[in-house]
């Protein structure tokens, strides 16, 4: 303990003490102790829908069906809400799969980048994966594409045995591509088939008859996945649907009611922050290495993949930010292996940003903290009352405690670590988790309270008959809609239905200043939003004379 700490890829007791420490850091906070906010709410409601009705084919949304995505994900995150369900709420059990995908994801990475580089490969390319910003939220919420994520680093992983262990190789490549296939879509999934083509050109594999092997044997494995969900649709009639087209293949360009979400510049506009700490490190890389190309099989394929996996998102896939994790591994693994060659200067100007950056971060979360539960300084203790509308700051000795250890885990690695290249690494990614952990565990119940519908929908119920025959609305936005009927079992009647027209009661969705218009046979009953929402506002009507 009282040895200095050098990160030079070799393990030791202290060293792997501490990457255990940073990996659950990171990993578990976050993931339960909260409702489903309004980016997970959608896939929630779909999870919730199938448990509850018991529909595991076609996803809905309290009764609306959805088409984003097929159901891989929905189905695991289903099952662990249900096999959790004893002893946590089922949004809590379910945002494990998000963990259990995360798990496979960081697995396969340091797989991945021991493969194509040495031992001391692994352990850093999982530091520089969860200290990329891209992930740091997306990365705890429930969403279809840390499923997708999850069968990109395995097929990564597959196209590293290939060229050595054929069918092995292929068949794990299939594997992975047949988990993207069924957690986003078809045709993201056959961006893996695309790299690999790629490499072959780029590596002059066109004679290797092995190489070509392993990906027939890759297109093999992966087709039972992708034809299972078509199948089972075609079996239920539904496949002749435009609805399913997009679940089905996962691109937006193909349907009209989505091809709107398409912008080419998107994930090169994102890229800049989204891929920090990696993208410099994979950039710098790649240029100095240029001429070496396409001799080295490890220089060829995170490279490969970055740009195909670019051009394939850009041009067929929805501009987000969740989207875009996939495009993450390959800069992370290109950095792994360039690690050791950075200059000294660079290394030190990440280092000193780092502990500068994140060192302010951890100072201001404990400061305003404090002044929240002491209420001094005044400024302080007021400025987060503002933020929080109607919420109470309590001292907890179990989060105090859990956010004091980690900070002095985090303090102490600092001061007893050499510095060195990968030190400027860890020392990022640690500061990412620090902050992450503080938030979780000394703020999550205040932005639980900002950020939940779950005191909205109970007010809303409380307005309503206890069984009333039926609630129209309109402008009601689908992550509403999914947690009204979570919270409050209300579903709704699309105003252009002819059954809205019996309807005694109106919801509307709009901003704080205006909603939907409605005309003179409806009566404003009640108002309301989350505690501090200031850009959404439900309004519930009552139709005059009922």
Same mark, same amino acid.
């Given at each position: ?39 997970e709410s959608t896939t929630f409601g779909i999870i919730y829908a199938m448990l509850k009705e018991g529909n595991w084919l076609l996803p809905a949304v309290a009764g609306v069906p ?86 990109f680093t395995i097929a990564l992983y597959g196209m590293t045995r290939i060229r050595s262990e054929t069918t092995k190789g292929g068949i794990t490549t299939g594997v992975g591509t ?21 490499l072959v050109f780029i590596l002059g594999e066109w004679k290797n008859r092995l190489f070509q092997r392993g990906i027939g044997v890759a297109l093999l494995a992966a087709l039972p ?10 079996? %239920? ?6 609805? +399913? =087209?997009? *679940? !089905?293949? @996962? /691109? &937006? ?107 302010? %971060? ?6 305003? +903290? =404090?002044? *929240? !539960?002491? @209420? /001094? &300084? ?116 699309? =105003? ?51």
């Open positions: 303990m009282r040895q200095p700490i050098i990160f030079d890829g070799r393990s030791t007791p202290v060293k792997t003490a501490l990457f255990i420490i940073l990996c659950a850091a990171w990993i578990l906070p976050g993931l339960i102790g909260h409702d489903p906010w309004k980016t959805n088409n984003d995505y097929p159901p891989l994900y929905y189905w695991v995150a289903a099952a662990m809400a249900k096999i959790f369900s004893p002893i946590l709420p089922l949004h809590d059990g379910a945002r494990l799969a998000t963990a259990l995908f995360i798990a496979i994801t960081l697995t396969y990475t340091n797989k991945t980048a021991k493969r194509l580089f040495d031992e001391r490969a692994g352990r850093i390319s999982v530091v520089l994966l969860i200290g990329s910003l891209g992930i740091f939220v997306r990365g705890h919420e429930m969403n279809p594409e840390v499923a997708g994520l999850a069968g047949g988990i993207v296939a069924m957690s986003i879509g078809i045709l993201p999934a056959l961006v893996i088939p695309a790299v690999a083509v790629a996945f992708m034809l299972v969900y078509p199948a089972s649709l075609l079996m %239920l009639g539904a496949i002749g649907s435009p609805i +399913w =087209t997009n *679940a !089905i293949l @996962g /691109a &937006p360009l193909l349907d009209e009611s989505t091809r709107g979400s398409i912008n080419p510049i998107y994930f090169i506009r994102i890229l800049p922050w989204y891929g920090l700490p990696a993208l410099p490190l994979a950039v710098w890389l790649w240029w100095k290495d240029r001429r070496k190309m396409r001799e080295r099989f490890e220089l060829a394929l995170p490279f490969v993949s970055f740009i195909v996996l670019l051009l394939w998102w850009s041009l067929l896939r929805e501009a987000n930010d969740a989207v875009g994790l996939a495009l993450l591994p390959p800069l992370v693994l290109a950095a792994a292996g360039v690690l050791d060659r950075l200059s000294r200067s660079v290394a030190s100007f990440m280092d000193w940003f780092s502990l500068l950056f994140f060192g302010l %971060l951890v100072t201001t979360i404990w400061f305003y +903290w =404090t002044a *929240a !539960i002491v @209420g /001094a &300084p005044e400024a302080a203790a007021n400025m987060m009352t503002r933020q929080v509308p109607g919420f109470a700051f309590t001292f907890g000795w179990l989060a105090f405690g859990a956010s004091l250890a980690l900070t002095l885990v985090w303090a102490y690695a600092l001061v007893r670590a050499h510095r060195n290249s990968r030190r400027a690494v860890v020392n990022w990614t640690a500061g990412i988790t620090v902050v992450w952990v503080l938030f979780n565990m000394l703020g999550l119940s205040a932005l639980n309270h900002t950020l939940s519908y779950r005191t909205p929908s109970a007010t809303l119920r409380a307005q309503l008959p206890e069984t009333p025959k039926c609630v129209a609305a309109i402008n009601l936005g689908e992550p509403q809609r999914a947690m009204l009927d979570y919270f409050a079992q209300l579903r709704f009647v699309p =105003t252009e239905s002819s059954t809205a027209t019996t309807c005694d009661w109106l919801l509307t969705q709009g901003s704080k200043e205006s909603g939907p218009n409605v005309n003179g046979t409806w009566q404003l009953s009640w108002q309301g939003s989350r505690p501090g929402d200031n850009s959404e506002r439900f309004r519930l009507y009552r139709r005059v004379g009922s």
